[in-house]
């Protein structure tokens, strides 16, 4: 039969349930990914989230999508509360994103207090491009989880239960079941699959995804007055119901029905969104981009480079679909979808130097044909594949491992990559991002560094500089600021012993600059306070990692005052994109070449040559400068 379900069905299937007063939770990833996402970053479903009267969620990977900033406004507009309780921004002390730590809900008509809580894994936090390792704290779900729903149980919160609402791959809510004792039911997300289990007799459950199914769970528990104090959890009768959202038998809600439709209405006029101004053409269209170098093919995929932090990116020229050229001016949301219509999805590989190779001769083996998915300029492939063989300015190194950004359509083995099947996966395409929401994000982050639009919280967007060029300038730095750590660590060790911070000019006769460092929140004056409430405490950094944070800011500060006074072109060329030079599986590494390798980095930072936070475009020399 036809398959028809959606946002509309759900709430209507939701709302038959209304007379058993239930909790409605949910476990994250709902404003992106989706084609209708790329336009309004996930607000279209604000009035679907409402209409579903949920009590508590919590975050998944994909809600960061677009930034911090879009994440808190559209949970403020749902009007409940969202949860993340093992991440802490480390700038505020408190949970990332404004959300909460727990809720306690007591349940109307079983008298029950329920507590809950958001834990989330390692493993897609670290995939966030608009989130740096560095400003956030991430605490082991399994230690947090059962610390936090024991201080629920037995503190002043005195909850009768603890469910956890996780965002994290089956084989971590397993591990979280037999770890955490204090927890009674964990119901997840993260994995695209309906599935029930039982582990350490704790039910897990995930209840699918895109509005096709949910579950009603039933816990029979003991009354308040038989509980047993002290104890880990209560003996639960567990009933099961699922709901299939999927066919005809639930009519559409017409409020809801009517909301979405407005928002579908409304896409051709958001196509309109002028995302920057580009000073030049970008060439598209398939005679160039199939078969040679453009400056378009390099401008996105060094966004992809610097969204994943990859050492290099493979996609197929396939991928560019407006067949035109671009005119210089506005660059428009609507240009983005005509050159990337596509959700495609980037995923991060781990793949050696025979790889490589393998993967450009690959990738030439039918140009100069129009239909050729490389973008090298067109040669024999022999000549070709001799020619190229480096990363980042270096040879290629036979036992060397490479991160590779690409496609997950190129992943899966498609147009002869066969060999890609085969390499070890770093990042997933639940993990990755939309390849065209990186885009956007490019775009935005580098308006907030121009300082012609604000955040919330500045450091939390997309970065403009690729893996190497970071780790590059963080050598160069990093030991000249060391002495300049030693001596603000020992004056705030000195302040705290008396209560007190570190003060401004202790700070500055430090050499750091307190514009840069300042809280943003509007703390003006006072850098980065340990939290010191009893609550807060444990979780507080101490004043050697704070103080190694504020080096970290100076420092990615000092980065991005270099990229703004850069005016040269981003992708002048394809070195570090596409590899050159030669390389042998005997060849031993050339430790005079190494040395001058160094060298040129070093005078590639003191003659400020890092790429252009303008995006420039490569071959015409273009910059694209965003409108205020």
């Known amino acids: 039969g036809e398959e028809v379900g ?243 038998r639930f009519a559409e809600d017409p409020t809801v029905a009517k909301a979405i439709a407005g928002h579908v209405t409304n896409l051709e006029r958001s196509m309109q969104r002028e995302l920057g101004s580009i000073d030049c053409p970008l060439e598209c269209r398939f005679s160039h981009v199939r078969t040679q170098e453009t400056n378009l093919g390099n401008l996105f995929t060094d966004i992809v480079l610097t969204a994943l932090q990859a050492d290099f990116v493979l996609v197929n020229s396939g991928s560019f679909r407006a067949d035109c050229v671009l005119p210089a001016g506005p660059f428009r949301l609507g240009d983005l979808h005509r050159v990337l219509p596509m959700l495609d999805p980037m995923v991060v590989l781990e793949i050696d130097a025979k790889g490589v190779l393998s993967v450009l001769e690959n990738g030439v083996s039918q140009c100069p044909e129009s239909n050729s998915d490389s973008t090298v300029p067109a040669r024999p492939v022999p000549e070709l594949i001799q020619a190229v063989s480096g990363i980042g300015g270096r040879k290629l190194r036979s036992d060397a491992v490479y991160r590779m950004a690409t496609k997950q359509y190129l992943y899966t083995g498609r147009d002869g990559y066969d060999m890609l099947p085969n390499c070890r996966l770093l990042v997933d395409d639940e993990e990755g991002p939309i390849w065209s929401v990186a885009v956007q994000n490019y775009f935005l982050a ?37 002495a300049r750590l030693e001596v603000v660590a020992t004056a705030a060790a000195t302040a705290n012993a008396n209560e007190a911070d570190p003060s401004d000019e202790t700070v500055a006769d430090a050499g750091f600059d307190l514009s840069a460092v300042t809280d943003a929140a509007g703390c003006e004056g006072q850098v980065m306070k340990n939290r010191r409430s009893s609550e807060g405490s444990q979780r507080a950094k101490t004043t050697r990692e704070r103080w190694a944070m504020v080096r970290r800011r100076v420092l990615m500060d000092r980065e991005e005052a270099k990229l703004l006074s850069d005016r040269r072109p981003l992708c002048p060329q394809v070195e570090g994109r596409i590899v050159q030079g030669t390389w042998s599986e005997t060849e031993e590494p050339d430790e005079e070449e190494e040395e001058q390798d160094e060298q040129r980095a070093v005078d590639e930072i003191k003659d400020e040559d890092l790429v252009d936070l303008e995006l420039s475009a490569a071959n015409a020399g273009a910059t694209v400068d965003l409108k205020q």
Not at 98 to 115: N, P, T, W
Not at 465 to 476: E, N
């Open 446 to 482: 580098s308006a907030v560094l121009h300082g012609w639009q604000q955040l919330h919280n500045q450091r939390h967007r997309h970065r403009l500089i690729s893996m190497q060029r970071r780790r590059t300038l963080t050598g160069q730095v990093s030991v000249s600021l060391a």
């Open 6 to 248: 959606g946002a509309a069905r759900f709430v209507t299937a939701l709302r038959t349930y209304r007379h058993l007063s239930p909790l409605v939770l949910f476990s994250g990833d709902v404003f992106s990914p989706s084609t209708i996402s790329t336009v309004t970053k996930g607000s279209h479903l604000i009035d679907v989230l409402k209409a579903c009267s949920i009590d508590a969620a919590c975050f998944g990977n994909h809600d960061f999508d677009f930034g911090i900033d879009n994440l808190v406004q559209c949970c403020a507009e749902t009007g409940f509360p969202w949860l993340l309780s093992n991440i802490i921004d480390a700038e505020t002390g408190e949970p990332l994103a404004d959300a909460r730590e727990f809720v306690c809900i007591q349940h109307a008509s079983s008298g029950l207090k329920v507590g809950i809580i958001g834990l989330v894994e390692l493993e897609w936090v670290d995939t966030l491009s608009s989130i740096d390792a560095d400003d956030i704290e991430f605490f082991d779900f399994c230690e947090l989880g059962e610390e936090l729903a024991k201080q629920l149980k037995e503190g002043p919160e005195a909850c009768d239960l603890v469910l956890a609402l996780t965002h994290m791959r089956w084989p971590n809510d397993r591990k979280l079941a037999r770890a955490a004792r204090y927890i009674d039911v964990i119901l997840g997300g993260h994995d695209h699959n309906y599935g029930i289990e039982f582990v350490n007799n704790r039910l897990i459950l995930k209840s699918g995804t895109d509005f096709r199914q949910f579950t009603v769970v039933t816990l029979a528990a003991p009354s308040r007055s038989t509980c047993t104090t002290g104890q880990p959890s209560i003996p639960l009768e567990i009933r099961l119901e699922t709901v299939d959202v999927v066919g005809s």
